[in-house]
């Protein structure tokens, strides 16, 4: 099954690699969808595919790669768009 989640986090997660790290991760998963630095010093990324994959992108983001310190994660679930490639923004 198909599901798509857009993901906040909060912490040190700018200039530690995060959006890079998810980037990998997502292809490693066969996630598609987005992820881009926010002005407010968060990260937001929206994750689309197979509901398993998906949920293990937003455990990643609890962590984050070496050098983040990931304070909180909100996770909210909306409708899949039909995404079929991961993007930095």
């Known amino acids: ?10 912490g ?3 200039g530690v690699g995060f ?3 998810l980037a990998r991760a997502a292809a490693t998963r066969g996630v ?5 630095n926010r002005s407010d ?3 937001e990324a929206v994750f ?4 398993d994959a998906v949920a293990s992108l937003v455990r990643f983001c ?3 790669p070496r ?12 409708e899949p768009e039909g995404a079929t490639a991961f993007v930095v923004r």
């Open 1 to 10: 099954m198909t599901v798509r989640r857009r993901v906040v986090v909060r």
């Open 12 to 14: 040190r997660v700018q």
């Open 19 to 21: 959006r890079a790290a």
């Open 32 to 36: 598609a969808g987005w992820v881009c």
């Open 41 to 43: 010093g968060t990260v």
């Open 48 to 51: 689309e595919g197979d509901a």
């Open 62 to 64: 609890r962590e984050g």
């Open 67 to 78: 050098g983040a310190d990931v304070s909180r994660v909100e996770a909210s679930a909306a």
